[in-house]
Nanobody
């Protein structure tokens, strides 16, 4: 059974930083490109960042480029999202996800391209 468990969310003031983690189990982690998505109240789930199976190549939404950094540690079966210069517009539930296609080198931004999802962690940025 595949499980993705996010952690690290919380309340932070604007311009602050936060680091999210996502621990995976039940799958061969290094076979999968991984991504982060977020969903704010009343809005659709949106892509945040993605990373290749062994790191190296990453892909970011324009809204977070230069502020967020995605990384992974395959030895720990974990991906991370380092968030800095946070603003209230970053307030959302953040989800990690595993790509639908194993061994792909393509980084995708569509939620439909991801098969496994975590339960989400709330990030709230106060002004």
């Amino acid at each position: 059974q595949v499980q993705l468990v996010e952690s690290g969310g919380g309340l932070v003031q604007a311009v602050g930083s936060l680091r999210l983690s996502c621990a995976a189990s039940g799958l061969t982690f290094s076979n999968y490109a991984m991504g982060w998505f977020r969903q704010a109240p009343g809005k659709e789930r949106e892509f945040v960042a993605a990373i290749r199976r062994f790191g190296g190549n990453t892909y970011y939404a324009e809204s977070v480029k230069g502020r967020f950094t995605i990384s992974r540690d395959n030895a720990l079966n974990t991906i991370f999202l380092q968030m800095s210069s946070l603003s209230p517009e970053d307030t959302a539930v953040y989800y990690c996800a595993a790509d639908r296609q194993q061994w792909t080198n393509t980084l995708r931004s569509g939620a439909r391209e991801y098969e496994y999802w975590g339960q989400g962690t709330q990030v709230t940025v106060s002004s």
